[in-house]
């Protein structure tokens, strides 16, 4: 009855309810404007709410995380630019969409998956969040490296031309994680002996200048065209439309839920993994995939969004953050005299049942102000080109700047605008690339960490990837995936079924 | 309409920092925070710096500046005019970069604002570990050569001091370090069973610790924690660590060398009271860091010894790029 | 009208149907592939000096394997891409880096070399208005309006809500701002 009473506590106090709202509605702006990041407004509202009770700030926080990462998927439809890596996979068939004057279509089942998405995420926190965390805690660093090499196989959905050309495009973002001080040993690593490689090449700072300044570039060859008009008659997606993806979008929100439970993983894995999962599991895509399929939308949205409610579960259950945005929201409760860990949800049950009710409802405005700001933003697309281009480079520059206040990342940023454009006019994927960047770090250090806990022995290093179930299950994954994504796997199938069966191929 | 709600959105970001008539602060003051956003330094310094604007009178916008365990944002500061609008907001990493090899500059071309707390190091063991203090830790490692994997959070990190003063006391341990990228990371890793035993500072461990999550096996001081008062001193198994000790990470406020001294005094002034807040007090109280609140030549005095003790204890691991000797840092006790 | 994807422009509009073409080489294009083994050799090279071959844990471990997927990877593509025939019609200048983009790279690069010196609001107040100039050919009232216009909006969201420390150069920002503090507080007391 009290966690029902805590769990209300933000319908009956229409201040809270207010901040929520305001904390959603900004958290969209924040979330589609790249180079704002809903980390930066989290840390920047901990000074700003340093004097107000703990229940207001968790309030605003709880609406800029659910809208933040909402609002990234704005930018990635409507100029291809994704506003946070997490809308990365949204960019590929969003945009493509918005080319073709369904803008107004893409947003709506967009707004509407991710409110699915967020749905699944606040349920499963709510009743089975020790259950979840638990599990998460099981994961050792070999698992994590196994997870990160299941990662690296989304190479082959993400490059549609040469898939050549995408291993190089993942290896070389692989490589460019890599670059700086290795943070486990501080060696230096690509750096030529350069300060100013030292602390590396910001993931962000890459990503704007990849699909920003790159897609700046591209526009001009078009200055002169006049821009898309967009039919935003039917935003809100058909009941048929969303029951036909019901279980695809049950599917990638856990997938979600769990990539965004593990301390170490967040969204904006999740969400490619999602869009990946899509494109083997669906077959009759309503449109081919990377040309404007709905199931490209839903896959990364449901995902990511369910992320956010996964990304609570460690931190509430645990006091570990799940991302960058929960390790600031422990910060804040300990600033408010709470002590995050494992006795919160023991001493403080309340504590855990108002940021169920805060997300729901935040979840609920997301979809509100989702739905009703089209019209404006749709705008943006039909601004012209010779103001938008500019304006776009602008940005650009301001949002890599803003990610570490760091001149570097600006020359980073637009060096890899201008590798980017020549890579997209020869046929290079650039998400193999920013894929590549946002593992590198998983894979490398949860290497070494598992090659090192078995004393550099390959041969125990196997022997443990068999004695713990999780570990074997996600090999047999890894195998799964490459066996039937190389040629060996039709020559066996041939083999075995013969001729006829090469129809099914994806 | 737009240009009132502009107006309000700005008002409400600065917050309302009363203007100053005359001098110091003319204009808001930069703080450059060495650490990420939601770390302990973050905490830390978010948390007092409001407190201190009350008494300085002017507005102090915080940045966090990664990368280079600090030295990024330290060289950043370092560049910056000494005009006392810029601070640097840091922990005791720097004190070490010279000797790892991480950079030319460290808080002797800073004067320190207020060293404002110190934390206490813990070892900490995930509950399954056949040992259940320090002494017996001690018997295992012994006793099963390269089997009991440490958490490692890099060279000069907290792990690695510990590790390095009971290498020194106890003679060269045979353990696993397994690297990982802060003490978060490494505690996650803890509970999960990844690893064995974590060097840890207090505030990070203490709720696990209470939660039964953890096993704690000695506190490095020479006198059990409060908040703790069951487990061990390190003290009380050995003595010989009594030299390296009170030892632990710190945070402090530093401008740069040859800020006029009455904008310094006028800034410590500002931090000392901030730090004398009850809130910042029952903040520190509550994730066992000890306040420490000091400046001038007291805490000029704190950041030597802090860096000789540290730094030849890490040269007699082994663990140095450089000689301490190469910079001018004297040994300890001398 | 571009209602639908031009297939035609080969240029990666969308990064989910790359630019290029399957069977024919794109002017450039090799050499383009050549630079990339040739960065990928370095690469490598530089991998390999990080920690030689020591042990499967080092900090060079995985940086060699990538880069080294990259040498066989990026060899791959050259001799793919010189096999194949050019395209016709197609010339580096018209099709690849045509002048404006060439002129939007030099502003993008004085941008970036202006910007510390110079502070933010001047050099993005200089970029915007050639930009717009050079794309837009409207009167200089316009050009002029709209570029202070978004100037300020961005500014204002970076700096004042999002207290991003854009460097401020020649601009005393710092001292404007606490202008209008003082005003504010001035006039709330």
């Known amino acids: ?23 959603t509605f900004a958290g969209v702006y924040v979330g589609a404007i790249p180079g704002l990041s809903v980390t930066m407004a989290a840390s920047i509202l901990i000074s700003f709410t340093f004097s107000w009770d703990v229940y207001p700030a968790l309030a605003l926080m709880v609406g800029i995380y659910m809208g933040g990462v909402y609002g990234g998927s ?42 699915f998405g967020g749905f699944v995420g606040i349920l499963v926190l709510a009743l089975a969040a020790p259950w979840v965390s638990e599990f998460a805690l099981k994961f050792q660093p070999r698992d994590y490296m196994l997870l990160a090499v299941l990662g690296i196989f989304l190479v082959g959905s993400l490059s549609q031309g040469s898939l050549t050309k995408g291993i190089l495009a993942g290896a070389l973002g692989i490589a460019i994680g890599s670059v700086g001080r290795d943070p486990l040993t501080f060696a230096e690593r690509f750096t030529f002996n350069m300060p100013l490689m030292e602390p590396g090449i910001s993931f962000i700072a890459v990503m704007i200048g990849m699909f920003g300044v790159s897609e700046a570039l591209l526009q001009l060859h078009h200055v002169g065209q006049p821009a898309i008009k967009q039919k935003i008659t039917r935003i809100v997606p058909s009941w048929s439309t969303i029951r036909k993806h019901l279980p695809l979008s049950l599917q990638t929100s856990s997938i979600g839920v769990i990539i965004g439970a593990l301390p170490g993983t967040g969204g904006d894995i999740a969400a490619l993994m999602a869009y990946d999962h899509a494109k083997r599991v669906t077959k009759k895509p309503s449109r081919p995939f990377g040309q404007g399929a709905i199931e490209g939308l839903v896959a990364p949205e449901t995902a990511n969004n369910a992320a956010v409610g996964g990304a609570f579960i460690p931190m509430m259950t645990l006091g570990i953050p799940g991302d960058a945005v929960t390790a600031i929201m422990i910060g804040a409760l300990y600033i408010h005299g709470l002590n995050p860990g494992p006795m919160l949800m023991v001493e403080q049950p309340n504590m855990f049942w108002f940021i169920v009710g805060a997300l729901v409802m935040a979840n609920f405005f997301m979809l509100i102000f989702g739905l009703t700001g089209i019209k404006l933003f749709t705008k943006i697309v039909a601004m012209p080109r010779p103001v938008l281009i500019p304006l776009i480079m602008l ?108 129809s099914l191929e994806p | 309409m737009k240009r009132v709600l502009i107006g309000a959105v700005a008002a409400l970001a600065l917050g309302t920092g009363a203007a100053l008539a005359d001098g110091y602060p003319s204009k808001e003051i930069q703080g450059v925070i060495q650490w990420g956003a939601g770390g302990s330094t973050d905490t830390v310094m978010r948390s007092v710096t409001p407190h201190a604007e009350k008494t300085l009178g002017g507005t102090v916008v915080m940045q966090n500046m990664t990368g280079g365990v600090g030295a990024i944002a330290l060289n950043s500061v370092a560049s910056k005019p000494a005009d006392g609008y810029t601070l640097l907001m840091g922990a005791e990493n720097p004190l070490l970069y010279k000797v790892m090899g991480l950079g030319q500059k460290d808080y002797s071309d800073f004067t320190p604002v207020d060293i404002l707390a110190r934390g206490t190091a813990v070892l900490v063991a995930r509950p399954g570990v056949p040992f259940d203090d320090y002494k017996s830790m001690i018997a295992y490692i012994k006793a099963h050569p390269d089997e009991v994997r440490f958490g490692a959070t890099g060279p000069g990190g907290l792990p690695s001091v510990v590790t390095a003063m009971m290498d020194s006391v106890e003679g060269k341990l045979p353990v696993i370090s397994v690297p990982y990228d802060g003490d978060g990371p490494a505690l996650t890793a803890l509970q999960g069973g990844a690893i064995d035993v974590m060097p840890a500072v207090l505030g990070a ?42 030892w632990g990470p710190f945070f402090g406020v530093f401008v740069k060398k040859g800020t006029p001294e009455d904008i310094v005094t006028k800034l410590s002034d500002a931090y000392k009271a901030g730090a004398e807040s009850p809130d910042f007090q029952k903040l520190m109280d509550g994730r066992g860091y000890t306040i420490m609140n000091i400046s001038g030549p007291e805490a000029e005095d704190f950041l030597s010894k802090w860096q000789s003790n540290t730094t030849w204890l890490l040269q007699d691991a082994g663990l140095t790029k450089a000689s301490p000797e190469k910079f001018g840092i004297p040994k300890p006790g001398n | 009208m571009s209602t639908h994807i031009d297939p035609d422009q080969h240029d990666g509009t969308s990064d989910a149907t790359p630019g290029g073409y399957e069977k024919q080489r794109r002017p450039g294009e090799a050499i383009f592939a050549l630079f990339m083994l040739l960065a990928s050799l370095g690469l490598l090279w530089s991998a ?89 050919r409207r009167n200089w009232l316009v050009t002029l309006g709209v570029a202070a216009f978004s100037l300020l909006l961005i500014w204002l969201i970076f700096r004042i809500v999002f207290t991003v420390l854009i460097p401020e150069g020649v601009v005393p920002e710092a001292e404007i701002i606490q202008f209008f503090r003082n005003l504010l507080s001035g006039g709330a007391a």
Not at chain 1, 89 to 100: E, F, I, K, S
């Open chain 2, 205 to 246: 461990a203490l709720e696990s610790i209470r939660a039964g999550k953890m096993k704690p096996l000695a506190v490095f001081e020479e006198k059990p924690n409060p908040l703790l008062p069951k487990v061990p001193a390190v003290v009380s198994f050995n003595e010989d660590y009594a030299k390296y000790l009170p």
């Open chain 3, 48 to 136: 390999y000096g990080i920690a030689g071959f020591s042990s499967l844990s080092s900090p060079g471990a995985i940086p060699m394997a990538t880069t080294a997927v990259m040498v066989i990877a990026a060899a791959t593509v050259l001799i793919q891409t010189v096999k194949r025939p050019r395209v016709p019609g197609e010339t580096f200048v018209k099709n690849i880096l045509p002048g404006v983009v060439v002129l939007f790279v030099a502003l993008l690069v004085c941008y970036g070399a202006l910007l510390e010196p110079l502070g933010f609001l001047p050099t993005s107040a200089i970029f915007l208005v050639i930009a717009f100039k050079v794309l837009w």
């Open chain 1, 74 to 115: 704005r930018t990635a439809i409507l100029l291809n630019i994704p506003g946070a890596p997490s809308a990365i996979a949204t960019a590929m068939d969003g945009y493509p969409m918005a080319q073709r004057g369904e803008a107004g279509t893409a947003i709506g089942i967009t707004t509407t998956m991710s409110f």
């Open chain 1, 395 to 502: 940005l650009s520059i301001v949002g890599a700047y803003a990610v570490n206040n760091s001149i570097t990342d600006v020359y980073w940023m637009l060096g890899f605008g201008i590798f980017g454009y020549m890579m997209r006019h020869y046929g290079y994927p650039l998400g193999p690339v920013i894929l590549g960047v946002i593992l590198s770090r998983l894979l490398d250090d949860n290497w070494r960490r598992a090659i090192i806990s078995e004393r550099g022995d390959l041969g125990r290093f196997f022997g443990g990837l068999f004695s713990s179930p999780l570990s074997t299950v996600l090999l047999l994954a890894v195998i799964a995936i490459f066996v039937s994504q190389t040629p060996i796997w039709r020559w066996i199938k041939t083999k075995l079924f013969g001729r006829n069966s090469r």
């Open chain 1, 1 to 23: 009855m009290e966690h029902l009473m805590a769990f209300l506590m933000i319908f009956t106090h229409p201040e809270l309810l207010m901040l929520v709202a305001v904390g």
